[in-house]
């Protein structure tokens, strides 16, 4: 059978096609918000599935359980017994605007040095494409894979991610059964730098609304006589959170709390970390956040609450004597492991009915929320991927967390009860939903490499 | 010389005719804040001259010295040495919107039973158009007045009344020289119990902006590492007011508060004032302001703080987590005699800068400012004031004060250091600003005898 390098090679004797065949997909503009994307949407779907069909795995369009995007499913199964490896990505991408910021056509992808910069070349389309082109070179140089592979790719990732969500949980656990899962929506901690990301928080998403009097009043006329709604909400926020340490004031918020490990704190403290350059970069006049925890602490690994919007009354210019008869705010808290959602959201809004002033009426929703995640940091699965990219990229990948949420790759670990490994090939300053989006082509082949390469190590493991 | 019955007989003989040149001036859309209707309000403008040219005044239009529209001058200075009254009020109208909830067009005054419905009924054609007709039947009675009477109506009171603010302080001390101002843009207290207007708040307008990052930040990615200027702003919000006593904690607020004296607070409470049902209008669990006073003594004698508007982040539907750039606030405060805006506006900015957490760039400015005013509750022309509404209402008229400012009866008493009688022949519900503003028929006319009669018993003092 062909040896690693043999597939390694023929890796990089395609590389061109492999460059073109991405071109050609980022050249769909398949916009999930948008429905006047619709068709393009399902183009990209379609071509996708095509890649599938020509790299020699059975594929299928499997229908939203919800009315939305289908996923595109393709497996090979021909090794009966073995292990099997799931692909997680998405092909749909986030909208352009600015349109004006683009210096070309975002789905014209453009060459700018070793840069493709283009709507998705990052996110997903290009990182998760690396999978699909390794597998295809293996089957290619081969005939066979040393174990199974099924891949599940979505179209609403940037929307909502409902259909993938509702299907793993329907339909999924059977015939998505596997001994891990692999995704490649996430970053390398620098350039040449691999990374694995094994934390992820969690998120509830909460709506506070209050209700003064039932209209706009004179707040001339009736200043004095009623609570003022925007004032009362105010309260509320403010009791939320102390300012001076940071720390959440809901009752029994930190309870279930999984405190950092030593070797965390070590291993966070060792990375480079430029603090001076990221406060800088963000023109803050100094970092903030709880007290007792470096940045990098607090933003990985330790729950935080922020105001996402807030409002209420006059926003125009100039003076309007408004008392106004309401005010909202939304406010999210990212949750670490162990904390469960439901019993935050629960806390939270005891605790906002508690501290609201009287003379108002204060109503509390949660909006949305998701489980905190944290992957085993050890088992075959996940020394083959370490292996694997301090094989490609000569570096021993270090092993991080993250503060956002990827729903999904909760609801893998929930659902199929296997390690997912979260293997990025992006880079930090990959402009991910924003203007002139890239994709590093270096990075791009040198993905291809390490998921063939992955692929190799977990069978031998 | 014809008596005052003589000139209320042919104020009553000619009641029809005085009804049918409002509903004339009525007709008129003037609304100052559109510009779309500058045609119309400079059309007022020339209809309430003509009106005063018809009474046998010496009438001019006075340019703004800021470029807005004229002021209408009258005035008929036929008794040399003898006292001189000055009437004020606006030709301008407040906008219509929203249409759609008003019974009939706006701009077509209709009759229901005694009430003339349309914009401007009382607000503030219908009132100051009193003054007009009074004089006029009075010269038209006996030929003369017993003493001098200048007016200035403007028409800018409802889009800022910049015009007559510069006009007054920088040329109007001489021209405008009197011994008292007589201003009908109030209410009064209820149907067929007059009310004399003595004391009004002034205002400091801020605005508090608060800088955090210097874009909108991924609240998963970055919360915990950046102060949140959302959550900075409550913090700010919050420490202005004490939630349960309902005292402003900006330090030295209260320093200069003139206090209610024992017969004004005797006075507020003797006053029939259904406090359930004023609750139970405004659909509040409970009204609230500072402890110690009563409802109506803070809304008419007591400082306040309000927040007018809030904003910062996302405010539409469902979740976006964001964790935003900037948040902002406008918080007005309601200020009593002795109180100076601008001392005022100082201590707010020294404290916000006190009490503003690290870690974000937090401006306030000025955006607005407005002097309290209270006028002397005695003197001859108060006391014919008084007289002349016990007289043609049959009551005596109360004494109250309001929480609202109007900014043009304080430049009067500073410049012109003489009295501003406010007499309001409005009712409470006339719906000022809002669809199907109304003025009763009863109160025009009752208004027109007002007039008269004040001005014989001003004379006769």
Redesign the interface.
């Known amino acids: 059978m062909a040896s690693t390098q043999d597939v390694l090679d023929r890796i990089d004797r395609n590389r061109e096609q492999h460059l073109d065949e991405l071109r050609e997909y980022l050249r769909i503009p398949s916009i999930s918000t948008d429905p006047e994307y619709e068709g393009e949407v399902m183009a990209a779907a379609e071509f996708l599935r095509g890649k599938m069909d020509d790299a020699g795995l059975d594929t299928e369009l499997v229908a939203s359980p919800t009315g939305g995007y289908p996923m595109v499913y393709g497996e090979w199964t021909g090794a009966p017994g073995k292990p099997t490896v799931l692909f997680y990505g998405h092909y749909d991408v986030q909208p352009v605007d600015p349109l004006d910021e683009w210096r070309n056509d975002p789905f014209e992808p453009t060459l700018e040095g070793d840069d493709l910069v283009a709507r998705g070349a990052t996110d997903d389309k290009g990182q998760s494409f690396t999978h699909v082109k390794a597998v295809a070179e293996v089957l290619a140089e081969r005939g066979e894979l040393p174990f199974n592979v099924k891949f599940l790719v979505e179209g609403e990732e940037e929307s909502g991610g409902e259909s993938i969500e509702a299907y793993v949980r329907q339909d999924g656990g059977d015939k998505l059964a596997c001994d891990c899962v692999v995704v490649s929506d996430t970053s390398m901690y620098a350039p040449g730098q691999p990374a694995m990301l094994y934390g992820l928080?969690g998120?509830v998403?909460m709506e506070i609304r209050v209700q003064?009097?039932?209209?706009d009043?004179?707040?001339?006329?009736?200043?004095?006589?009623?609570?003022?709604p925007?004032?009362?909400?105010?309260?509320?926020?403010?009791?939320?959170?102390d300012?001076?340490t940071g720390r959440v004031q809901i009752p029994g918020f930190y309870d279930a709390v999984e405190p950092l490990e030593e070797w965390e704190r070590d291993a966070f403290g060792a990375l480079p970390f430029d603090e001076d350059g990221?406060r800088d970069d963000?023109?803050?006049?100094?970092?903030?956040?709880?007290e007792g925890?470096s940045?990098r602490e607090?933003?990985w690994a330790?729950p935080?609450?922020?105001?996402?919007?807030?409002?209420?009354?006059?926003?125009?210019a100039?003076?309007?004597?408004?008392?106004?008869a309401k005010?909202g705010?939304?406010v999210?808290m990212?949750l670490v492991p162990n904390q469960d959602p439901q019993d935050v959201a629960r806390r939270f809004t005891e605790y906002v009915h508690q501290v609201a002033?009287?003379?108002?009426?204060v109503e509390v929703e949660t909006?949305?929320h998701a489980v905190p995640t944290r992957i085993p940091t050890e088992g075959e699965a996940m020394t083959a991927a370490t292996d694997a990219m301090e094989a490609e990229w000569g570096n021993e990948p270090v092993m991080i967390r993250?503060?956002?949420?990827i729903p999904i790759v909760a609801t893998f670990a929930d659902v199929l009860s296997v390690p997912v490994l979260m293997m990025g090939f992006g880079l930090p300053d990959d402009r991910l939903h924003s203007p002139n989006e890239k994709f590093n082509v270096q990075n791009y082949h040198g993905g291809i490499r390490t998921v063939a390469r992955f692929l190799d190590r977990l069978a031998a493991s």
């Open positions: 928080k998120l998403y003064g009097p039932n209209r009043l004179h707040s001339g006329t009736y200043g004095g006589a009623v609570r003022n925007a004032n009362a909400l105010a309260h509320i926020l403010a009791a939320l959170r300012p001076d990221y963000l023109d803050v006049p100094a970092l903030h956040g709880e925890y940045t607090r933003t330790r935080t609450l922020d105001v996402n919007g807030i409002w209420g009354g006059y926003q125009g100039g003076a309007k004597t408004v008392l106004p005010a705010a939304k999210s990212r002033p009287s003379g108002v009426r909006v949305h993250e503060g956002g949420s």
